[in-house]
């Protein structure tokens, strides 16, 4: 059952992995992290290897390892030839490589019959022409590698405004998106190990303030079927893009229920941090429990769960963290990081016996975190 003595490389160190870190510890699996910052997060819990992610000598120790995992996308291509064919590398370069750039993503995701919002892929300012026509008149520019958290995004309405854009982000490859008129956005986890089981998260809703997740609830307020629609979408981008270890899928919920994917994240995901304190196994630990082939099966919160987090503000405030504490069901995770404005710096879970509890309990706990 458990993985004693085993060792889990990990290519990054910062919150996802420290976290990974701690979920991995009880099932008998020690974390060595090869991250070239010296104040990341996950040095606290994990074997840290100071050192550049194409370092020969920290690769050399990852290789050692019973299985590598990542922690962010952008792993440099070299890192994983490195790797390969010495230890398992979970998910595989094949994946990643899909996963960090916008519109080889989305053609993926159609080649695997999951809808996505309608794009143009804009590889020259040649692109520019049309490209807004063609998606509805109203988008968002996209920068095709390195965005996250509304990083490298512009919000267009005219040809005029998506020349600048494009000029403003540095005239890099990028995407056009169609603006989408979406109800909600969810998301869900799909895990698989080599040996083909299968097992997916909770479908958990989300709320972006200024393009950063602000809120996570889980159970999603959403109709009957869309989960088992979304599990099936996750399901169709695990096999026909051969995934082992996990994978996150963030969706739009239209009006009409139809699900588009907007990204993957080939890994844990903060629209999963809930699942820590819900009662049931963690996001964390089932990435440990795949990438390793340990025993997995579907794992969700028990009880009712949300998420807020605790992002730097442009004035420094902290949250009213003994008015946090004090209210009935709060948990709060903070990642060691120095405060910035628009870094994640942790975030606090609330479990509540029932949807309204949380709920009310949710709108409270927003107040207490600017
Ligand atoms: P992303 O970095 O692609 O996850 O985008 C960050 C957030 O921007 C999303 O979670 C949405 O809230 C919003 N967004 C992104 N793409 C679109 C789109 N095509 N239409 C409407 N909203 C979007």
């Known amino acids: 059952m458990s993985a004693p003595g085993r060792t889990l490389g990990i290519l990054g160190g910062g919150q996802l992995a ?60 070299e890192a994983l030839a490195a790797l390969e064919g010495r230890v398992p590398v979970r ?41 807004l026509k063609a998606v509805g008149g109203r988008g968002l520019l996209k920068t095709s590698e390195l965005g996250y958290d509304g990083k490298g995004q512009r919000r267009v309405g005219s040809e005029a405004e998506l020349r600048a854009a494009w000029a403003e982000l540095g005239g890099v490859p990028g995407v056009l998106e169609g603006l989408v008129p979406f ?11 080599a040996a083909g089981e299968v097992a997916f998260g909770p479908l958990v809703e989300n709320v ?65 941090h809930l699942t820590q304190d819900g009662g049931g196994v963690s996001q964390f630990e089932a990435q440990v429990r795949a990438v390793l082939g340990l025993p997995l099966s579907d794992w969700a919160p028990l009880h009712p769960t949300a998420m807020v987090n605790v992002v730097g503000t442009p004035g420094g405030q902290d949250p009213d963290w003994a008015a946090v504490d004090a209210l009935p069901g709060t948990r709060v995770h ?11 710096l942790g975030h606090v879970n609330l479990v509540a016996p029932d949807l309204e509890t949380l709920r009310g309990r949710l709108g409270q706990l927003e107040a207490l975190i600017p």
């Not at 370092?55 to 792993?75: I, K, Q, S």
């Not at 109800?183 to 190990?193: F, G, I, N, P, W």
């Not at 907007?262 to 903060?270: D, Q």
């Not at 903070?334 to 994640?344: D, E, I, N, T």
């Open 334 to 344: 903070l990642y060691h990081k120095a405060a910035r404005p628009g870094r994640k």
């Open 208 to 272: 972006h303030r200024n393009g950063i997740l602000r809120t996570s609830v889980w159970p999603a307020a959403v109709p009957a079927g869309t989960e088992a629609e979304a599990r099936a979408l996750a399901g169709a981008v695990a096999r026909s893009w051969g995934l082992e270890g996990l994978l996150t899928v963030e969706f739009f919920l239209l009006p009409g229920g139809e699900l588009l994917a907007n990204e993957v994240a080939p890994r844990v995901h903060n629209s999963g």
């Open 91 to 131: 998910p595989g370069g094949a994946l990643l490589a899909r996963s960090k750039h916008r519109a080889r993503e989305k053609e993926a995701l159609r080649a695997a019959g999951v809808p996505t919002a309608p794009f143009v892929e804009l590889r020259n300012e040649g692109d520019l022409a049309g490209a």
């Open 183 to 193: 109800q909600r956005e969810v998301s869900l986890a799909v895990a698989c190990t």
């Open 18 to 77: 420290q976290m990974l870190a701690l979920a991995a510890l009880p099932l008998g699996v020690r974390c060595v992290v090869l991250e070239p910052d010296p104040q990341a997060p996950a040095r606290l819990c994990a074997e840290h290897l100071l050192a550049p992610y194409t370092d020969p000598a920290g690769l050399e120790r990852l290789a050692g390892c019973d299985a590598v995992t990542l922690e962010f996308e952008n792993v440099p291509v």
